[in-house]
């Protein structure tokens, strides 16, 4: 064999005394493309926050401050799915939402007729007609009936065909290039990515109807109404003067509405910033409590109550002090808008009850009129009834947008390849060429890494804890985005990550077990004969169980699990990152004899600190930890590894030189 020795890095820096995160990746196999291109990882993380991401404090625009930006994200976001392949059954869809509130739309009109001649008779006391009216009254609810149940059926059906629509597209982004592990890198507003998903698509989706649709029904209902109402006003000859008014109460309706609708803004401007503050805590404090669940046993064990507890309380705390802020603007926003409703309904009465009682118009014109005025000052207060709903639409959008925003820099990143450049080698081993590893914040971690690995060796890799050995692998996996340097794989391999915590989907055991292939990938006598092997034998008649099999387990059984994965799905490549840390000595050995007896073909790279391991690999590297500077690897003697696990503390490693 050449020459070993691994250089060591001469860059200057603090000393590296602990991890550089605790980044645990799930095991998974990674299909290497011939294109040089990053390949797509199949496996995945945690990747939610917990705590949230720094926002800014200064207080947020209104709700129609910046509304073009906000169109502009929203109209980013919608426009796709109307030229998806899912387009002539949404737009078919939402042709027959828009027709029926037309419809509804033309029977209010043919109502505000009835009216007037509702009342005409009810004052000259014409029974025949009264009950003509009182037919025609029927028919007419019933069809009102009719469509405002279709539409709100139809409504709920284009939602859901959107809903699943968004959904995918949205899990397919935060899926491809680990879009999702390296958001969590990114300072940005894209916090909590599950409650992006989960719960600010649908109210995107259903905002987004409401309020298109009702800001379209509120203008054709203008267009509808305004018409009769200015026939019905007549003519205001403005006192003092003999200036006459055509359509006054047309006029009366607008400056009505334009007021209301500056002082809405104006008092309910802070609810933007409220919103996106409540829907942030909520996911953070729904977060936590999940995160304590699947840690019970490691609580309980702490005796770890009263600190979760306080830590609950601190969440909540904050859902608390934002939801009284809420409730004080939503207070005063109500006392406008309940105030601007209630005197709506009497104004118009009162403005044209003088032409009534000079006997210009009968009782039947005075109700028509006043619903006529209602019509049109309900369509001009659009935004005063639908505030409250526009500013949580807002906050909505503008959380998307932020997710989006994060995604597309993601696959920029992943697109220009920055950083640690993994592409395919034309040998058939792994080659590692001057990488150099850094932590997210920039500060070396490991300087000037090279070797290689042909097909068919092991290695074992060791060194105090927290010196980047386990970002080695994550970096030879091409999730690590911190550093430079190359790292060469051969074309299409197999290649399987055993972390420390593996993975294990909720599901059936099967599918714990030959994750991430598909369940039929492999069969039951395989995976039933590797449970056997890894000494889960219990567990070999329980493939079509379904459990929450993180919490089922224990670490040890979790481990062994993953070794189960390797033997039946036989990788070419096989990365362990202290995969027996959890498993006594001699299981450890029973292991690692599996791996060498059953996949003598499989290149094992292992990360551990157990002096057990040595002699399951063929080459040993160490990361010499450096006082004033990033860590080194170098490549030691049978007789230097020995010597190592003795003096791992300071060690200055020898090199084997050719």
Known sequence: MGKQC??????????????????????????????????????????????????????????????????????????PYWLSEDRWAARGLLLAVIALNLGTVYINVLLNKWNNTFYDALQAKNYTVFLHQLIRFSWLACLFIIFTAYQFYLNQMLQIRWRRWLTERYLHGWLTDAAYYRMQFAASEADNPDQRIADDVPQ????????????MRAVVTLISFVAILWGLSGTLTIPGSSMKLPGYLVWA?????????WLTDWIGRPLVRLNFDQQRYEADFR???????????????????????????????????????IMRQQKRLTWLTAGYGQAAIIFPIVVVAPRYFRGQILLGGLMQTASAFGQVQDSLSFIVSSYTDIAAWRAVVERLAGFKSALKVAHIQA??????????????????????????????????????????????????SGVGKSTLLRAIAGIWLFGRGEIRMPSNPRVLFLPQKPYLPIGTLREAVSYPMQASGVDDASLREALDA??????????????????????????????????AQKPDWLFLDEATSAVDEPTE??????????????????????????????RQLFVQPESNGPASIVELSASAASKSVERSGSLTAPCIRA
């Open 287 to 325: 977060f936590n409590l999940v995160r304590f669940r699947e840690n019970a046993e490691g609580v309980a064990l702490y005796h770890g109550e009263a600190d979760e507890f306080r830590t609950f309380r601190e969440r909540f705390s904050h859902i608390i002090g934002n939801w009284w802020s």
């Open 534 to 567: 890894v000494g889960l034998k219990d567990l070999a008649g329980k493939l079509d169980e379904m459990s929450h099999w993180t919490l089922q387990l224990s670490p040890g059984e979790q481990q062994r699990i993953a070794f189960a994965r390797a033997l």
């Open 415 to 464: 697109a220009t390849k920055g950083g640690i450049h993994l592409v395919d080698g034309n040998g058939g081993g792994l080659i590692v060429d001057r990488v150099e590893l850094d932590l997210p914040n920039g500060q070396p971690l490991i300087a000037d890494v090279n070797f290689s690995l042909a097909r068919g060796e092991s290695a074992l890799v060791s060194g105090p």
């Open 589 to 618: 050995a029973r292991l690692y004899r599996l791996l060498r007896d059953r996949l003598p073909w499989t290149t094992l790279f292992s990360v551990g600190h157990r002096a057990t391991l040595r002699s399951f690999h063929d």
């Open 6 to 79: 691994l250089h060591r890095g001469t860059r200057r820096g603090n000393r590296i005394v602990t991890s550089p995160g605790d980044i645990q990746s799930r095991a998974g196999f990674q299909n290497r493309s011939g294109n040089g291109k990053n390949p797509r990882k199949l496996g995945s993380i945690d990747l939610s926050r917990t705590t949230p991401i720094s926002v800014p404090s200064q207080q947020r625009p209104s709700a129609l401050a910046g509304l073009r930006q906000v169109l502009r994200d929203a109209w980013a976001m919608t426009y």
């Open 204 to 215: 995107f989706i259903a905002s987004t109807l409401t309020l298109s649709i009702g800001g």
């Open 253 to 261: 309706a607008l400056l009505y509405a334009l007021v209301g609708t």
